[in-house]
């Protein structure tokens, strides 16, 4: 059975950070693209960062422009766990942040993506 369980969201002030984890079981995610999306409230679910291997030791990733040069999304094979290094952190990222996995390469289709997390609250407060 796969599973994706995020964690590290919570309450921080705008100008914090946080880092959210994606533990993902049931099968070697190592060839899959993993992204995080988001959901704030009366919006619809959006595209933040992805990454997918490359090569022996290469990654590329892919970032929402709102979130670039801010976010820094990165993974470890070894544990099959993608992360989200979220700095700067402002109130309008405040959202449900959903991992994702999908067997291809890196879109910023929701509607692409195979395998969904039950997601993890941030709240950013100004």
């Known amino acids: 059975q796969v599973q994706l369980v995020e964690s590290g969201g919570g309450l921080v002030q705008a100008g914090g950070s946080l880092r959210l984890s994606c533990a993902a079981s049931g099968r070697t995610f190592s060839s899959y693209t993993m992204g995080w999306f988001r959901q704030a409230p009366g919006k619809e679910r959006e595209f933040v960062a992805a990454i997918r291997r490359i090569g022996a030791y290469l990654y590329s990733a892919d970032y929402a422009d709102s979130v670039k040069g801010r976010f820094t999304i990165s993974r470890d094979a070894a544990k099959n766990t993608v992360y989200l290094q979220m700095n700067s952190l402002k109130p309008e990222d405040t959202a449900v942040y959903y991992c994702?996995?999908?067997?291809?390469?890196?879109?910023?289709?929701?509607?692409?993506?195979?395998?969904w997390g039950q997601g993890t609250q941030v709240t950013v407060s100004s």
């Open positions: 994702a996995a999908r067997d291809g390469t890196i879109t910023v289709l929701t509607t692409e993506y195979d395998y």
